[in-house]
C-alpha cells in the first residue's frame, strides 16, 4: 500500500461534516509592519495535541530598510517553532544561538525552566525590497519537561522527511507520520508537517494520533464535499478516517497534532504553565532583571534592549468543560 491511501481503491473515506470538532477562525492582530493571524489558542479550543499557540505571519512586502524587530523577551513551559514559506528571520537567544533561518528549515527552541531570544531581519535582507510569510507556534510542554533546561536546534531542510505520491508534497518538521519521523527532539507523541497539494489531489490525516488538526495556508480545501478556504484551522473528531481533498488553485496547509497532555495549560504573555504559582514567579523574574545572574539572561550580541513586563493583561486560565 502506498503511504498515501487515498490512491488506493480500497481505501475507506469515511469523512462527514460531524467529523470537524471545531473550526477556527483566526483573529487578526496589527503588529505595526505587519499582520498576524493567531488561530490558537482560540475560545473554543485551546490546544490541539500539545500545540497551545498558532500565528500566520504575513504574507508581506517591506521595503527597504524595514523589517521585523522582536526585542527579547523570555518564555517558560513550551517550544517554539518557527517555519517560514517566504523570507528569513534571524534568531538569537540567551543561551548564545545565532541562526539564520529560511523556507523549509526549522528552528525548535525548548524555552524549559526559561529562554529568552529576539528575531529580527538581518542587515543584508534589510537592504532591498523582502517578503515574509511563515507559521510561528508553540508546543506546550508536559509536567516533566517544564523545568527542563533550555535548548535549540536548526535543522535544514534537506534533513526533514520528505514524501510524494501523485501531486501532493510533505516534509514533516516535527514528530511521526506516515511512517516517519523528525530528527527534532520532542517530549510527547507529536506530529506536525507542511503539505503542499496540486488541484483536486486528495490526502488522508494520519490517524493514528488522538488530536489532529489542519490550517489552510494557501489555497483551499474540501472536507466531506464542503470548502474551506485559506486562513481556516480545522480541529477533527478523534478516531475518524479524515481525507483532504485539494481545491480547483491547489493548496499550502500545516497538519499538527499529538497527543493530549495531562491536564490544561495557563498563559500569560510569553509564559505557559500548569500551574499560576510558576507564571507568578516568572514574571517577577523577568521584572528584576538580574541579567547576569538570575533565571533569564539577554541574548549575547544583542541584550541592548528588551520588551518589559506587560502589567495589564490577565492570566488565560483553561476552560473547565
Given at each position: 500500500?502506498s503511504?498515501?491511501?487515498?490512491?488506493?481503491?480500497q481505501?475507506?473515506?469515511?469523512?462527514?461534516?460531524?467529523?470537524?470538532?471545531?473550526l477556527?477562525?483566526?483573529r487578526a492582530?496589527?503588529l505595526?509592519?505587519?499582520?498576524?493571524r493567531?488561530?490558537?489558542?482560540?475560545?473554543?479550543?485551546?490546544l490541539?495535541?500539545?500545540?497551545?499557540?498558532?500565528?500566520?505571519?504575513?504574507?508581506?512586502?517591506?521595503?527597504?530598510?524595514?523589517?521585523?524587530?522582536?526585542r527579547?523577551?523570555?518564555?517558560?513551559?513550551?517550544?517554539t517553532?518557527?517555519?517560514?514559506?517566504?523570507?528569513?528571520?534571524?534568531?538569537?537567544?540567551?543561551?548564545?544561538s545565532?541562526q539564520l533561518?529560511?523556507?523549509?528549515?526549522v528552528?525548535?527552541?525548548?524555552?524549559g525552566?526559561?529562554?529568552?531570544?529576539?528575531?529580527?531581519t538581518s542587515p543584508?535582507?534589510?537592504?532591498n525590497?523582502h517578503?515574509?510569510f511563515?507559521i510561528?507556534t508553540w508546543?506546550?510542554?508536559?509536567?516533566?519537561a517544564?523545568?527542563?533546561?533550555?535548548?535549540?536546534?536548526h535543522?535544514a531542510?534537506e534533513?526533514?522527511?520528505?514524501?510524494?505520491s501523485?501531486?501532493?508534497?510533505?516534509?514533516?518538521?516535527?514528530?511521526?507520520a506516515?511512517?516517519?519521523?523528525?530528527p527534532v527532539?520532542?517530549?510527547?507523541e507529536?506530529?506536525y508537517?507542511?503539505?503542499?497539494?496540486?488541484?483536486?489531489t486528495m490526502?488522508?490525516?494520519?490517524?493514528n494520533?488522538?488530536?489532529?488538526?489542519l490550517?489552510v495556508?494557501i489555497g483551499s480545501?474540501?472536507?466531506?464535499?464542503?470548502?474551506f478556504e485559506s486562513g481556516r484551522?480545522?480541529v477533527?473528531?478523534?478516531?475518524?478516517?479524515?481525507?483532504?481533498?485539494?481545491?480547483?488553485?491547489g493548496t499550502r496547509?500545516?497538519i499538527?497534532g499529538?497527543a493530549s497532555?495531562?491536564?490544561?495549560?495557563y498563559?500569560w504573555?510569553n509564559?505557559?504553565?500548569?500551574?499560576v504559582e510558576r507564571?507568578?514567579?516568572?514574571?517577577m523574574?523577568w521584572?528584576a532583571?538580574?541579567w547576569?545572574d538570575?533565571?533569564f539572561?539577554?541574548p549575547?550580541?544583542?541584550?541592548?534592549e528588551?520588551?518589559?513586563?506587560?502589567e495589564?493583561?490577565?492570566?488565560?486560565?483553561?476552560?473547565?468543560l
Amino acid at each position: 500500500m502506498s503511504w498515501n491511501p487515498t490512491l488506493e481503491p480500497q481505501c475507506p473515506n469515511a469523512t462527514t461534516l460531524e467529523s470537524i470538532e471545531t473550526l477556527i477562525i483566526p483573529r487578526a492582530r496589527d503588529l505595526g509592519l505587519f499582520e498576524v493571524r493567531r488561530a490558537l489558542p482560540a475560545p473554543k479550543r485551546q490546544l490541539v495535541g500539545p500545540f497551545i499557540f498558532f500565528d500566520q505571519m504575513g504574507p508581506v512586502e517591506f521595503i527597504a530598510g524595514q523589517g521585523v524587530d522582536v526585542r527579547p523577551h523570555p518564555h517558560i513551559g513550551l517550544g517554539t517553532v518557527t517555519y517560514l514559506y517566504r523570507g528569513e528571520f534571524w534568531h538569537r537567544d540567551s543561551l548564545g544561538s545565532n541562526q539564520l533561518i529560511y523556507p523549509g528549515e526549522v528552528n525548535w527552541m525548548i524555552a524549559g525552566h526559561g529562554i529568552s531570544h529576539s528575531e529580527r531581519t538581518s542587515p543584508n535582507t534589510r537592504e532591498n525590497r523582502h517578503s515574509l510569510f511563515g507559521i510561528q507556534t508553540w508546543v506546550a510542554l508536559p509536567d516533566t519537561a517544564e523545568d527542563t533546561n533550555p535548548s535549540f536546534e536548526h535543522h535544514a531542510k534537506e534533513d526533514l522527511p520528505q514524501l510524494e505520491s501523485e501531486g501532493v508534497h510533505v516534509r514533516l518538521i516535527l514528530g511521526s507520520a506516515y511512517g516517519k519521523t523528525a530528527p527534532v527532539r520532542t517530549f510527547t507523541e507529536t506530529f506536525y508537517a507542511d503539505i503542499i497539494m496540486h488541484p483536486g489531489t486528495m490526502f488522508p490525516l494520519p490517524d493514528n494520533h488522538e488530536d489532529r488538526g489542519l490550517y489552510v495556508s494557501i489555497g483551499s480545501i474540501e472536507v466531506a464535499g464542503q470548502a474551506f478556504e485559506s486562513g481556516r484551522m480545522l480541529v477533527f473528531r478523534p478516531g475518524d478516517h479524515i481525507t483532504i481533498k485539494a481545491g480547483p488553485t491547489g493548496t499550502r496547509l500545516m497538519i499538527l497534532g499529538g497527543a493530549s497532555l495531562s491536564g490544561p495549560r495557563y498563559i500569560w504573555w510569553n509564559f505557559v504553565a500548569s500551574s499560576v504559582e510558576r507564571i507568578e514567579q516568572a514574571k517577577m523574574d523577568w521584572r528584576a532583571g538580574r541579567w547576569l545572574d538570575g533565571r533569564f539572561a539577554l541574548p549575547p550580541g544583542d541584550s541592548g534592549e528588551f520588551i518589559p513586563l506587560p502589567e495589564d493583561i490577565p492570566i488565560a486560565r483553561p476552560r473547565m468543560l
